[in-house]
């Protein structure tokens, strides 16, 4: 019996979510990207090239470099039965937008008594590594991940990035999207006509007994490498791809930690009172006794971001650190 | 502080005499370390320190005679050291290490010493003393080592944890859960469930063994003259006594009865090759063990006494290898120091015989139509019906006896069989 292809193309991130984001606006003519550079210039990082051209400016929206106000008009838009995309160029200018994303989307459906949802999806770059300095490389996923009303995804692999928009806009209630900035280039195989993920699911994305290395984002790359290095070791690192910061996805993390005993998250952002502080609490309530040492935790170096390319680096979790953070795990040998 | 006095083992005992010290002032012991040898009526005798603690002062010299109660050494029990004796001390440096190694918790820390700011970690309360005045000993294990442990029934304190700073992990408990099983562990000691094993066992052997029993008294006199001579030239601790003999002798008699030494399994006897000889050893604390010696018959003398001595005295101290415990293939029981002059004992099945050893006393004996005092033993062999018949049993005793005129022999002879 011959197999059933799933057509597939070598795609980079940045394709994918531009794809994704074509395939909605064919879709359904409600949805609209609005966002500082995303008309005339492609997109800061070029993700909406030929958008425009394609769209019209009614529906790809250049704003004036104004955070808050773009998105409290997309908001509105959402209120008003609109699917807006929103693009802030980083999570680092979602500072200025910050109240109506948290003051305003997250809550206004409670404040409301239920009336009022807000459908609107919101897409930013985050991370850091291209020494962009420390105003432009924070990993502030995880802060929002703290907020109750939002849903937080971050596509990691290139068939999520074309993936997850779709049920994004589906979803009633307002999603934010964060693409590590230095995943727009990478480029791996995904089927061509976007087929379905979830957005409610952590993933395995490598299976391993030894320990489970628990991330998101681009550190599922650096922890997949660190797991390659590890196998060489005799270690078998089990990855699990979070793909959705709020809410968590308990099960397939605790499914993980029963089976190894063992967990270590890689989260760029900062450990101190941070998502993987959340994970370590998470595992460590419900899976005490399953722990055969603590669980440990592989972050950004508690400082702002340096500008010097060594130092950033250093400031930044890395394979090598993952490896060395497992290696010393007690028991993990044997 | 404590006080080690001479003990009392039997209540004819007035007086013994130091034969050497094991341990110096300044040593640390732990309770039922052997820490001299002392020179009784009754034998040569391990003493064992009655609890832990550093060796102050030894005021008894070697060869002297003292009486029983007379206060032998002092010893400062572990309750009275200063604190910084005790074993808390690698837990605070580590504390110390960890907040140093977090540079950006000790950056923002208060200069020490200070009040543990709230959110940091915990100062850990003292640990507190134990009922013997140890503190106890702070097993870090890992939640799932622990599960694990208790589920294998292991003992943390007996595992050597291979992670950071020796912590135990789950792998450690399951690596010292199959050493003892293949015997390269001790076997933890339950004073109880020992009572229900024996119970049962004893009781299995009574149902469903025939026992037969033959007896025989046996002249000792070569035995005793050849041991006095031949320890006169040897030194203490490698002295040969007489149930050293006794296993050779008993091995020597298996080889040449070779249907007394096997199992009886599945409603037919299993003799088996290898001759692992078991022997009762009482506990102090009660109950009693019945370790293995393996291969007797093809060892010397000096390799049952040495291997003899370290089991009696790993038995007493509850370390006894399972190897050791359920691989006999014949049992000698023997009350001869606690005075009984003869034993009916009950065969451990599935073996098939055991031969009981008296006291050796002195006793008119007749020996070439002379009568005279003679120490005499006497040796009973249970038999199992089913296995064997009396003759069998007879010609044991008959060589068992032979083999015990003629003690130069079993320090030299492998049997001839």
Partial sequence: MPEREIAEQKMSYRQAVREAMREAMNRDDRVYLMGEDVGLYGGCFNVSEGMLEEFGKERIIDTPLSESGFTGCGIGAALGGMRPIVEIMTVNFSLLASDQIINTAAILLHMSGGQFNVPIVIRMATGGGKQLAAQHSRSLEGWYSHIPGLKILTPATVEDARGMLWPALEDPDPVLIFENTTLYNFEE????????????????????????????????????????????DGIEAEVIDLRVLRPLDNQTIFESVRKTHRAVIVDEGWKSVGLSAELSARITENLFYELDCPVERVCAAEVPAPYAGHLEKASLPQPENIVETVRQLGGIYG | MGEFVMPSLGSQMEDATLIQWLVKPGDRISKGDIIGEIHTEKGDIDVEALESGIVRELRVQEGDTIPVGTVMAVIDSEKGLPPEHKAVEPESERKVEKEVSDERESELAPPRPGPPRPGTERQEPPPRPGPNGAGPKRVKASPLAKRVAEELKVNLEEVTGSGPGGTIHKKDVETAAKEREDGKRPVPFDKESMRRAIAAVMSQSNREIPHYYLEKDIDMKAVTEWLEEENSSRKVKERLMPPVLMIKAVANALAEVP????????????????????????????????????????????????????????????????????????????????????????????????????????????????????????????????ATDGHSGSRFLEILYKELQQPHNLSHQTPVS
């Fill in chain 2, 259 to 386: 249907e007394l030494n096997g199992y009886w399994n599945d409603g037919r006897l299993q003799v088996q090759e290898s001759i692992h000889i078991g022997f009762t050893i009482s506990l102090r604390r009660g109950g009693l063990v019945i370790p293995a010696l393996m291969n007797a018959d093809i060892k010397s003398l000096d390799e049952i006494r040495e291997e003899f001595v370290d089991m009696v005295m790993r038995a007493r101290e509850g370390r006894l290898k399972t190897g050791e415990i359920g691989s006999a293939t014949f049992t000698i029981t023997s009350l001869g120091e606690r005075g009984a002059e003869k034993v009916f004992g009950v065969i451990y099945p599935p073996q098939v015989g055991l031969v009981g050893f008296g006291n050796i006393i002195q006793r008119p004996w007749s020996s070439d139509g002379m009568i005279g005092i003679r120490p005499v033993m006497s040796a009973v062999l249970a038999g199992d019906h089913r």
């Fill in chain 1, 189 to 232: 195989a995904a089927p061509v006509n976007g087929t379905q993920v979830d957005i409610t699911s952590a993933k395995v994305r490598r299976e391993g007994s030894h320990v489970s290395i628990i991330t998101y984002g681009i550190g599922l790359h650096k922890s997949l490498k660190a797991a390659e290095m590890l196998s060489a």
